[in-house]
């Protein structure tokens, strides 16, 4: 089955900074890598995705990045906000399967 | 258009006894997924159901089971509860089946087992 790696766990930048996490896939046939932002005591909330027919995406401050061939993709958040800070999930989705297999999660501390 | 609901929301149980959990998709989605979630082991995917039909399992023992209904509500139960069963229950809709449907999830059932 599909195995989403994720680093770093914890990340801690200034705010205004830049913030990027990166995952990894294992199944080659995964199609759609969504991202989603959890924050303490809610719901995960869909931030941005992106089909396998996409090599990027934006939106405002947000973009993810997908590498097919290196089957890897990333999450870039520019110019950080204290509102930013929370744990970021990246997953993974197979051709033909439901199930999103989720990275273990980034916890980001944007410091005022 | 209201979310997705979860009730309860929160649950405190004992060893042994068996529960049930709900879950009411976005209006229109027919897709509802289950996951749980805990600090040790993430987010891991318990089943998913299309049209009152399962659809999907993922790795879970046979005390966890859910159905769907015609109104796509949907419900997870866990039988015989054991302490590694403490978890954030977290029930997720999309609109149909298709391979890159988005995922909504509700705000989850946190269950306590003592």
Redesign the interface.
Request: charged share 25%; proline share 12%; net charge positive.
């Given at each position: 089955g599909e195995n989403v790696e994720q680093h770093p766990s914890t990340l801690s930048v200034q705010e205004g900074d830049s913030a990027v996490i990166k995952c990894t896939y294992s199944d080659s046939a995964s199609?759609?890598f969504?991202w989603?932002k959890q924050e303490l005591g809610?719901?995960?909330?869909?931030i941005i995705?992106i089909?396998s027919n996409v090599g990027e995406k934006k939106d405002q401050r947000i973009a993810v990045t997908l590498n097919k061939t290196a089957k890897h993709f990333s999450l870039h958040i520019t110019e950080t906000q204290p509102e930013d800070s929370a744990v970021y999930?990246c997953?993974a989705?197979?051709?033909?399967?439901?199930?999103?297999?989720?990275?273990?999660?980034t916890r980001l501390q944007v410091q005022p | 258009k209201a979310g997705v609901t979860q009730t309860p929301r929160y649950l405190i149980k004992t060893r042994g006894q068996q529960v049930t959990l709900s879950c009411s998709p976005i209006s229109g989605h027919r897709s509802v997924s289950w996951y749980q979630q805990t600090p040790g082991q993430g987010l891991q995917f318990l089943f998913e159901y299309f049209s009152e039909t399962q659809r999907n399992k993922g790795n879970f023992p046979g005390r966890f089971s859910g159905r769907q209904f015609s109104n796509s509500r949907s419900e997870m139960n866990v039988s015989t509860l054991e302490l590694g069963d403490s978890a954030l229950y977290l029930c997720a809709s999309s609109f149909g089946f298709g391979p890159t449907d988005t995922q909504y999830f509700g705000p989850g059932t946190r269950l306590t087992v003592l």
């Open positions: 199609n759609y969504p989603y809610k719901r995960p909330q869909l995705d089909r999930f997953a989705r197979p051709t033909g399967r439901r199930a999103l297999t989720f990275g273990s999660g | -």
